[in-house]
């Protein structure tokens, strides 16, 4: 069989995580080959490495059994090596047949020659048995029509393999088989081709072969997927054993806090119901663009929802702003910490007085640095901030002191509810166990908290109750003795159309 | 490795950081005391350098809360020469001077509000929203008398453009008094500490709670409220409400802010940059007249020096960024 594209033993780590851990498999031609696995897995980062993003710290690639190392996308391209992301590539406000032709337009004597490219780009979208017009406006084009020229784009650098990250996330039914109508010409071309998706039936139905990854390991591939099932890709995926009991602690559950009822907006598909009771972590599980980040901007007033109520403590919260919110008692430490949360060019006080400052104030206009040093040094040592004082600027501080001082922030309000999304995201071990301990307190307080998190361990850890997110809707609802792995991952994996 | 390695260099490095550009000013004083003949007359240094500060500095007051809230205001020099028209053609029309003036800094004040409406409520990028007040407003200022300027004969306003108190004109107070109320006010302020926070990082502020769109809001009507101080001072001493002044205002004062060290992408930003800044700016100009520089070099030689501020202030921020990944 042919070899054509093989990953030895690739390893690749970034501050604080083992992204890629000596993962080897192979692809060959004329084959559709799938690579599996949960969110961190590592899936990303092999495409990077394949397309020259990223620079594995060791291991080789190797294309037709020789030896390739790329150090930009451009010499990945090169080499017939084409990757197409989820969001795709393309200027919108150029034509198709520029987009196809961009970073190396076909040229005589210093001119570019558009009639050339419009020929060569009618010829390949014919091939692919597209009717999009070459000198169409890309941005006039829907999601698949896009998708299709980014293929077409591959295909004029006369891409031998190309990887797909998601391609069907956006597409309905119809396109999508249309989609894999192209796929299979491909095929028949002898193209390699991977395929990132995290929907098992389209797996089933599309690909000729499949590699698992987990936590940045190689767990399995199949050269053909004859006979096999879902739930065997899925227990792969979730295998390992992680003693999250030992770490789960019962709490004291108490009446209904926040009531959410029939909730529209940005990023929900159907209207989200829930209620969260005094003293209980409520999880939220889902893949990555589940709508678990646009739900708590909803519930945190940072977005408008267009319909719906919440209501806390018997009361009706009207659509408000973060301010209005934060009033009322709920408060939120944001997913990005870095675009969201932190203030970088100011002081760790600064930082843990943003927002509640006016209630140290004299006549909520003057300072009173006392009394702001006072709660910053207070909730700085709750937390256990590690900085070189509270004068050190934000930004020199690591990602999990930073995350110590936004929720420290957000504690300086009197709450009813706090919302966390990804609280640990990004930290290393022990800082993780630190801030679980603290919203493990915290709960033990009375305080309502959600955890939002694409980690299954953090979840089973720490949650008492799990709603399960997938394509902008609530899949699942699970008690915490209902929960596992096997069981999360089932409700979060899309269903297809 | 860097600073945090070395304590010695970390303390010298920081009085540098904290100090350093006030010293270039009080270097540049003593070096044009001694060289330049005329400069330490108490004449050059009240009335030449002290009034030529004047406009661009009480105006570099609010200019200072728009950089550091991450915006900024070109309708500036506008507004001056409106509030300064309206001033004139009010108190010719028979308005006593003190009702003039006050209506006058409410309409600068008004325009300042429509800009911050504009920015921070339907999301209008600044440099398009003030370009076009800038416009507007300069129209307004020469509709005002049909395109003339009109003198001011009024003795209460003369006093406030030429009155000496304490041995200084008025205006030189004027400005003394913005930088001390707007130093307070970024400074020891709720709302001070608010504006620095938006311009650090706008969303995070948002999501902290803070009110972020009324206080941006409050800084361009606090901007243009200056503008018009600045323009009703100015034409006060002339005695001259003129719709053609202050063109170009909004950069110089601009100039002023970033050369002495505020942060033109927000959350840094100090009313000392601003003393320093107009300082240094007061002073080149200044020697420059006094030796005679051709007009032509003397854009030059500014050009120059802002363009020197901006590559040592981005020499010191990528310098930070290295202490932050050693550290």
């Known amino acids: ?198 929907r098992m039936d389209e797996i089933l139905k ?138 970088p060019v100011a002081s760790v006080q600064d930082n843990l007085n943003l927002g509640v400052r006016s209630r140290f104030s004299r006549m909520k206009f003057w300072i009173n640095n006392a009394r702001e040093r006072e709660n910053a040094s207070a909730q700085s040592q709750r937390f256990g901030v590690r900085a070189a004082g509270l004068d050190a600027l934000m930004r020199g501080l690591s990602g999990g002191n930073q995350q110590k001082v936004v929720l420290g922030r957000v504690l300086g309000h009197s709450l009813h509810v706090i919302l966390l999304d990804e609280p640990t995201r990004g930290i290393d071990v022990g800082a993780k166990e630190e801030i679980h301990n603290h ?55 899309p269903t297809g159309n | 490795m860097t600073d945090q390695t070395r304590p010695g260099n970390t303390m010298l490095r920081r009085i540098w950081d904290q100090a350093g550009i006030a010293s270039i000013p009080i270097l540049m004083i003593i070096v044009a005391a001694i060289e330049v003949p005329h400069f330490a007359s108490a004449g050059n240094v009240i009335y030449s350098l002290g009034l030529s500060l004047t406009t661009t500095g009480i105006v570099a007051c609010g200019m200072l809360f728009a950089l550091a809230s991450g915006d900024f205001d070109l309708s500036v020099g506008s507004v001056a020469a409106f509030a300064g028209m309206a001033c004139a053609v009010l108190i010719s029309k028979g308005m006593p001077a003190s009702e003039a003036i006050l209506l006058a800094l409410l309409g600068s004040a008004l325009i300042g509000f429509v800009n911050g409406f504009i920015i921070a409520v339907c999301k209008i990028n600044a440099l398009i929203a003030t370009l076009a007040s ?55 302020t709720v709302f001070g500490r608010n504006t620095l926070a938006i311009g650090g990082n706008a969303e995070a502020a948002r999501l902290a709670g803070l009110p972020t769109a009324k206080i941006k809001i409050m800084i361009f009507a606090l901007l243009s409220l200056l503008s018009g101080l600045a323009g009703i001072v100015s034409s006060a001493q002339q005695q001259l409400g003129d719709p053609k002044s202050m063109v170009g205002l909004e950069l110089r004062v601009i100039s002023a802010c970033v050369l002495g060290g505020v942060s033109l992408t927000g959350g840094i930003g100090a009313i000392y940059h601003v003393i320093v800044g107009m300082l240094i700016m007061g002073i080149v100009q200044n020697v420059m007249d006094l030796k005679s520089v051709p007009t032509f070099y003397q854009y030059l030689i500014s050009g120059s020096i802002l363009l020197a501020a901006v590559l040592v202030d981005q020499w010191k921020q990528r310098r930070m960024q290295r202490v932050k990944v050693a550290g």
């Open chain 2, 134 to 188: 800038m416009q507007i407003v300069r129209g307004l200022a020469y509709l005002l008398n049909d395109g003339n300027s009109l003198g001011i004969s009024n003795d209460h306003v003369a006093a406030l453009g030429n009155m000496m108190v304490l041995g200084l004109p008025m205006p030189i107070w004027v400005l003394a008094a913005c930088l001390l109320v707007f130093g307070v006010l970024l400074h020891k």
């Open chain 1, 1 to 198: 069989m042919a070899l054509a594209l093989e990953f030895s033993g690739i390893s690749k780590a970034f501050p604080g995580v083992q992204a890629l851990s000596d993962v080897s498999f192979s692809a060959s031609s004329h084959q559709v080959h799938a690579v599996m696995g949960e969110n961190g897995a590592g899936k990303s980062t092999l495409l990077k490495v394949l397309s020259g993003d990223n620079r594995p710290d060791s291991g080789t690639l190797r294309l037709d059994g020789k030896d390739v190392r790329f150090r930009n996308t451009h010499e990945a391209l090169q080499s017939g090596i084409a990757v197409i992301y989820q969001e795709l590539q393309l200027v919108p406000d150029l034509t198709v047949a520029e987009n196809v032709f961009l970073g190396e337009m076909p040229s005589k004597w210093g001119l570019t020659s558009f009639a050339k490219m419009k020929r060569e780009t009618a010829r390949i979208l014919e091939w692919m048995g597209e009717t999009i017009r070459p000198d169409a406006r890309l941005g006039s084009l829907s999601i698949a029509q896009r998708q299709m020229v980014e293929i077409a784009k591959a295909l004029s650098h006369d891409a031998k393999i190309i990887a797909f990250d998601e391609p069907t996330s956006s597409l309905g039914s119809k396109e999508v088989d249309r989609l894999f109508h192209v796929l299979d010409q491909l095929k028949k071309q002898g193209k390699v081709m991977l395929y990132v998706s995290h």
């Open chain 1, 206 to 343: 599309v690909c000729d072969a499949a590699t698992v990854l987990r936590d940045g390991k190689h767990v399995k591939s199949f050269d053909h997927l004859d006979g096999v099932t879902a739930d065997q890709l899925v227990e792969l995926m979730v295998g390992r054993v992680v003693n999250t009991e030992a770490s789960y602690r019962t709490r004291e559950i108490g009446e209904v806090v926040m009531t959410v009822q029939d909730l529209v907006g940005p990023g929900l598909s159907s209207p989200v119901s829930f209620d969260l009771h005094k003293g209980e972590i409520l999880g939220f599980f889902g893949l990555v663009g589940a709508g678990r980040t646009e739900l708590m901007k909803l519930l945190a007033g940072a977005e408008k929802a267009t319909g719906g109520t919440v209501t806390l403590l018997g009361n009706e919260l009207k659509r408000g702003n973060p301010t209005d919110r934060l009033n009322a008692g709920i408060g939120i430490c944001p997913e990005d910490r870095k675009k969201e949360a932190i203030i």
């Open chain 1, 439 to 493: 919203i493990r307190a915290l709960a033990e307080q009375g305080v309502a908290t959600i955890v939002v998190s694409g980690e299954m361990p953090e979840i089973l850890s720490l949650c008492d109750r799990i709603l399960v997110m997938s394509e902008g809707r609530i899949s699942g609802e699970l008690t915490h003795e209902q929960a596992s792995q096997v069981t999360l991952l089932e409700y979060a994996l």
